[in-house]
């Protein structure tokens, strides 16, 4: 179980990462600023998603401590 939630947050990690550079391209180039405020939106939740993933799989594996 540990090894499934580890594994579903460093793709989350990287889903975050990228939402954040397309909102970044998206303001540099002069996008629309309502699609740019919506990826933010979006970028915070998943970020939200990833800290309880992680958080989970700290718990589930006890937080790191040796046995």
Known sequence: MSTATYLFAIIMMGVVALVL???LFNMMKGGDANTSNKLMQLRVLLQAIAVILIMLTL???GGGRPS
Do not use: Q, Y
Request: proline fraction near 0%; aromatic fraction near 16%; charged fraction near 15%.
């Open 21 to 23: 550079v397309r909102g």
């Open 59 to 61: 718990w589930l594996t």
